[in-house]
């Protein structure tokens, strides 16, 4: 064909590292058809759905096949009622965010990655190891990345302080509680990135498709750090919280005060979305408003619960080994230093070759990732105990 295709497209690696994992996988698995996988690679949960979102869903299910009850596209930026529990569950967390400032989507990763489209040629800057959406979608649209190294030193929780150089007007990522490190950031940290970002005139980008993992006195939303309703969107997700991987959904907070070039961040994401999305099904926002609910929240929480006592047996097994970790407590995510020096892809195949367990190599979150692997918390409980009796001659 005689069309240009976005060159950018070469500077990131052929394949999304998940992708990339599961094609290994299934090539370990077809070469050794009788071994017994256990996949703690990919931040999937395993426990169904709560019985309250499930009521919900297949109420909103029934409501769809009838004609008086039949809905068609759903708005934009997500149901009323969806944008009100999302505002309330702020509230709960002591932060006041109105409902217009809430974007229902089908999931953080999605609206992480579309971002790119309301923002022009800046300067982006994200703490490295990380999630590689931030990364890649900046890679796709052109952009010049600077790489915060984290590290031991920093307890993979790099500052502003690290940075070199003069910076105006910047785009910074900042996940906490982080994936992969499972590291979470003070409210003393966070303060420092948010009075960075408004000094130099720059845009934080917050994730915290993790909160609901925190059980430490940290910030649960960026905004509960003075200032940040100036500077920062929040994306965030039903995922991990309520078990929606299958399922999507997840939300954007774009506060009404952020302005750029004379233009607010919200009249662009909402033009953004009214054109490329269509919204998210109506038995899902029901199914999500449901996860918000008294009954709901009661229930995903006992599921996180259940994830992390699986991750205290894996954080007891780092310890039991000596091998230096963080995560575990306020994350999914165990976060390793492979043992004899390996890097990450030496001790993935060890890993799946010696004891039939996938994890993620910590060089897919980033160059800081050399020499670490993440574990998560997300199988079953089976499988976990079962990884870690595998591992005890590791
Ligand atoms: C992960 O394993 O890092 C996450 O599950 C990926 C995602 O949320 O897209």
Redo the contacts with the bound molecule.
Sequence with gaps: MNIKINENFKNIKETYL?SDIAKRVNAYKAANPGADVIRLG???VTLPLAPAVVSAMTGAAAEMGSKETFRGYPPEYGHEFLREAVASHYSSMGVSVPSSSVFISDGA?SDIGNIVDILGDNEIIIPDPV?PVYVDSNLMSGHRITLVPGSSDNGFLPLPSSLKGTVSGAVIYICSPN??TGAVYSAEGLTEWVSFALKTGSLIIFDA?YEAFITEDVPHTIYEIPGAGSCAIEVSSF?KFAGFTGTRCGWTIVPDGLEASGVKLSKLWARRQATKFNGVSYPVQRAAEAALSPEGLKQCRANIEYYRANASLIASLMRSKNIYFTGGTNSPYIWLRCPGNMSGWEFFDLLLNRYQIVG?PGEGFGESGNGYFRI?SFGSREATEQACARLADL
């Design positions: 998940f990919i931040g999937d990763k999630y994936n992969p498709a995922s993620t998560t």
